[in-house]
């Protein structure tokens, strides 16, 4: 019987997709012949695994898990490659079993999820067992999981758009009201502190040349700038955001008025910053009729 060793059984892993353990237990029937393994994995999972892993995952779903005593709260977003395969009952059950596993054992970052043992058993292993089942590239991509002395809120629409929310003081209402005010109106960040100093330069860029095009005095450029970067900050950070359900009055207002603070929080949409693949089937029709 020949020696089974670590790397081995790494590189068919790579190769595949298939879980760790089918990938040991697959050059162990084959004597340790790789190529006759990946046959015997090809048999079992078909060749979804390897095939998917390539592909561009920019679908999938955000997903939100607050323990009881709502002291934690994690926000997860896995991606597929169709919103298919994110209505898919396994999918959403193994999205639904990875957030809740983060949020009870706080694994270090996104490469951690691999050791992560689930309900089901380990992450990593389920994952690859699903990508083999359904066909598709599954991949968790970014958590973010808070813990406080206050209360954790989430709001997810629809499995598209996600918020985690770290509120001090107020009650369960007003932390939904600001959940959902989030997702409606994306700030960028809680205040003008949290906005990147190089968006700020670039905004006032912008309105400086702006203001030279429509012939405005040069002594006027710089409080034209300083003007609308006042304004574009309003607009972005929480805080001057005008209230989703009353626009008379700001976020700072409102939390004012219940006596309550916002320690942090954290927005997802699903496939943001992803490039999708775009497929020109004209140009496919083409090829093909050339064959």
Known sequence: MAEITASMVKDLRDRTDAPMMDCKKALTEANGDSARAEEILRVRFGNKASKAAGRI?????????????????????????????AKNEDFLKYANELVTAINEKNPSNIEALTNLTMLSGNAEDIRAQLVGKIGENITPRRFIRYQTNGQIVSYVHSGRIGVLLDLQGGD???????????????????????????????????AIEKAKEAGKPEAMLEKIAEGTVQKFLKEVTLLSQPFVKDDKITIEQLLKSHNASINAFSIYSVGEGIEKAVVDYAAEVAAAAKV
Not at 72 to 81: A, I, P
Not at 184 to 205: F, H, M, T, Y
């Open 57 to 85: 995952a920019a679908e999938g779903i955000v997903i939100a898990h607050v323990a009881q005593d709502k002291k934690t709260g994690t926000l997860l977003e896995v991606n597929s490659e169709t919103d298919f395969c």
């Open 172 to 206: 369960e209402a007003l932390g939904k009201d600001l959940a959902m005010h989030i997702a409606a109106n994306k700030p960028k960040a809680l205040n003008a502190s949290g906005i990147d100093a190089q968006l700020i330069e670039v905004e006032k860029r912008v």
